[in-house]
């Protein structure tokens, strides 16, 4: 298995705690649901070419900025 990578992130007090909201929801850690959201955009760029997929998850809606 790959060794994983640190790699530091800055993230806004609205975007963490609707992060960490959603990772409560699906039963994540917060890191796990940053991976897990990673990946996912990934995979869906490597399979039509777009950044974010009509499939992907939807976030709550909430004020990020």
Known sequence: ???KKQVPLR???SLYNAIAAWAEDDFR???GQIEY????C???RKKDGKYVGSQIDQPPE???R
């Open 1 to 3: 298995m790959a060794e």
């Open 11 to 13: 993230l806004n007090e």
């Open 29 to 31: 850690s917060v890191n």
């Open 37 to 40: 959201l990673l990946t996912e």
């Open 42 to 44: 990934v995979k869906q």
């Open 62 to 64: 909430i004020d990020i």
